[in-house]
């Protein structure tokens, strides 16, 4: 066998060591530097940054309709405001309770009376002189039956007849009308042939304003008694009572109980 020379046993190494870059197993002596620094691995380039794009500004708000700015610049109530609210409702009941009759000039009985009046005329006749259907007004006729007497409230009864007639004071049990100490006796219910119709479907300013209208133009009914009656009236009126029966009693003494809580003095009329 043939031996092979150290020196290329040296060699082969060393060869060996420069290709896997490690030092001779055999020999401590550090391997010759190589020819050629070895080719170290290559590193991929990093990548490039990617560009910094800025977000787009959110787009400006829709402006508000116009119904919603102009509730937005109306002024508020204050709050102080709402405490007085609390009392109007007290405030309104007192001053209904201090509330005087209307003036006759806000209600004009004479001048709404006539328009209601001529509903009555095709009876009574437009001068009250009377027809076959109807009686006589006018000559001092109405007052003997419902003109003011001692201890006879004759408005009162003119009121019920009116708002009563005929069939409807029938029911109530009455045969009688008017003043009991009326010269040639007192009117008889159904005396007259035709009758007299009821007006109960009238409010109660227009029956008001008819019968004041009846006893100041075709009664003849003196000035000062003709102002009392009419402040009764109208206190009536501002209280606006309803009537249960329509009775002349009942009447009364709602006219009275107006009159004393308007302040109206009751003597004055006697």
Known sequence: MVEVPEYLLERSRQRRAELTGTELADSGAAAPAPDTAPVAASTPP??????????????????????????????RMPYWAASVMVFL????????????????DELVLADNGAAVYSTCASCHGADGSGTATGRQLSDGE??????????????????????LGTADTKRLGLDFYGNPDRPGGQ???????????????????DLVS???????????????TAAHEEEMLLALVADAPAFETGSPDEISALLTESAEGHGIDLAAGE
């Open 187 to 205: 009117r008889e219910v159904d005396s007259f042939a035709s009758g007299m119709s009821g007006f109960s479907n009238l409010s109660l300013e």
């Open 46 to 75: 990093a990548a490039a940054p990617a560009p910094i794009v800025e977000a787009a500004p959110p787009p400006p708000p829709e402006p508000d309709p116009p119904y919603v700015e102009a509730a937005r610049a109306r002024k």
């Open 142 to 163: 109405l007052l003997l039956t419902f003109g003011p007497a001692p201890g006879f409230d004759g408005l009162a009864h003119h009121l019920s007849w009116v708002y």
């Open 89 to 104: 409702p007290l405030w309104a009941i007192f001053y209904v309770g201090m509330l005087e009759p209307p003036d006759s």
């Open 210 to 224: 008819v019968v004041y209208y009846e006893r100041i133009v075709h009664g003849g009914l003196d000035a000062e």
